[in-house]
């Protein structure tokens, strides 16, 4: 196996699949020229070559995870007990503020690593990083600005993962500029260090083919309307920007008290919406709210998994796909690392909700699992800012599903997303490839074993305390 270290092989490397779900659809003996890291060439009704790799199952895209809190993953499962009748994502946030106060930056290598290689394993091969854990227990600097940002930037890196850096600014406990809280402490910037800590971070991913920066608002409850005005003034017109939005009841109601308006409302009306927003868990929508973010093209960061563990509530999906509206998914707090298990949560979810089946289509995708794997991989894409997919120009990312399973080798094309979506448990994501390297080989990463011996360290000193 290539280290995930090693820069780009030059050489020219081929891989063939039987099939292989490329941008234009699934195709049959594909043949696919990988060069630095690129795909240079795709033919259909192909055959191997005496060079090429054969794939050994179906040929699917990787996706972007458009929305991960790395840190958090120490604590997955760890808030599962009922701490009073009134339990909801506050008393949730009160434990996650605990576990941030034990974190060294150590620790957050350790935990992200492990993370990553746990994605690369689940098929993601680009990860947004929403980043705000940036300050030493007592709140200061760290001597380099960028200490904390350096170790997600170092465990990218070391896993092989793409890393869409989103370092967060976030000054304040609610709307209106109210002084941030002690459990806080270790997030807060002023707009100057904010815009210094993003420089530090683009000089930190210079030259660094896989990963990507943005520009990140914590949520409207963490920054006022002239910092972000500030900061989309100073920083590049070109970097994708990454907000959370209306996850909470409780934000919308503190948003219309503060400005008269709801949280995507405000935003759209005050700063502009357009396609280099991602609105993270933008759960509480009006209609007209709901219609902006489709209209403007902005993306719906999705964590189905982690806002059905926060009890967040229910994103209109139903209406938004009708409206062409874009989305992403996002693996967030990290109590699932499944495309699978995320697609599926969001589909069965509005089935729930409006007591029917197959709700997530399009009137040019009926099949469920194809509508959902495309629009995440698209939506991932631009929040991201990465072009994922089989397609010449492309990345050389994808992955490869693993024959042995009676629903992945029996399935026609037309099925096999659908099969492998809603009627498969164990992972079935056999190989990955990231810019032609192949990360994942039989399942198995090639550092899983020691990440996963610091990793259970990790785990007893923050939330064991051993
Ligand atoms: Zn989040």
């Keep these: 196996m290539t280290s995930p270290n090693a820069s780009h092989c030059d050489s020219t490397q081929l891989y063939f699949a039987e099939r ?6 699934w195709a049959d003996n594909v043949l696919m020229t990988v060069q630095n890291g690129q795909f240079i060439s795709i033919d259909v009704d192909s055959a191997p070559t005496t060079t090429s790799h054969v794939l050994s199952g179906p040929v699917l895209p990787t996706l972007a995870n458009v929305h991960s809190h790395a840190f958090q993953r120490v604590m997955a499962g760890a ?17 996650m503020y605990k576990v941030v106060q034990k974190l060294s930056p150590d620790d957050a290598y350790i935990i992200a690593k492990q993370l990553y ?8 091969t680009q990860v947004g990083e929403f980043h705000y854990l940036h300050h030493d227990r007592g709140g200061k600097h760290y001597g380099q600005i960028c200490e904390m940002s350096n170790q997600i930037i170092a465990a990218a890196n070391d896993s092989g993962l793409g890393l869409t850096l989103l370092p967060v600014l976030y000054s304040h406990s609610g709307f209106g500029g109210q002084a941030p809280n002690a459990g806080q402490a270790r997030f807060i910037n002023s707009t100057e260090s904010y815009l210094e800590l993003h420089q530090a971070c683009e000089k930190a991913l210079e030259n660094q083919a896989l990963h990507r920066l943005g520009i990140c608002f914590h949520s409207l409850r963490a920054v006022t309307k002239p910092q972000i005005e500030n900061v989309l003034q100073t920083l590049s017109k070109h970097r994708p920007i990454h907000i959370h939005i209306a996850e909470q009841q409780k934000e919308v109601q503190d948003s219309i008290a503060f400005s008269g308006q709801r949280p995507v409302e405000w935003l759209d009306n005050e700063i502009g919406l357009n396609e280099r927003w991602c609105l993270v868990h933008a759960t509480h929508l009006t209609a007209a709210e709901r219609q902006a973010i489709a209209k403007k093209h902005a993306v719906a960061g999705l964590c189905p998994t982690t806002e059905a563990n926060l009890g967040d509530g229910m994103f209109p999906g139903v209406a938004f796909e009708q409206e062409g509206g874009r989305w992403g998914i996002g693996s967030d707090s990290h ?25 997530l289509y399009r009137a040019d995708q009926t099949s469920i699992g194809d509508n959902l794997f495309q629009q995440a991989l698209l939506g991932g894409n631009q929040a991201c800012d990465v072009s994922l997919g089989l397609n010449v120009g492309n990345r050389a990312d994808f992955m490869v599903l693993d024959e042995s399973h009676p629903f992945i080798a029996a399935s026609e094309a037309k099925d096999l997303l659908n099969r492998w979506l809603f009627a498969t448990n164990e992972s079935l994501i056999k190989d990955v490839f990231v810019a032609g390297q192949h990360l994942i080989q039989n399942f198995r990463h090639q550092q899983e ?14 939330i064991y305390h051993v």
């Design 335 to 359: 109590v699932s690392l499944s495309i699978v298990e995320e697609l599926r949560t969001y589909e069965y979810g509005q089935r729930l909700r409006d007591q029917q089946r197959n709700r």
């Design 79 to 95: 808030a599962e007990v009922s701490l009073n009748p009134n339990d909801s994502f506050w008393s949730w946030r009160d434990l």
């Design 20 to 25: 292989a779900l490329l941008s234009s659809g």
């Design 117 to 124: 290689i746990d994605m690369l394993k689940a098929g993601y």
């Design 449 to 462: 074993e020691s990440s996963r011996l610091a990793f259970t360290q990790a785990i007893k000193k923050a």
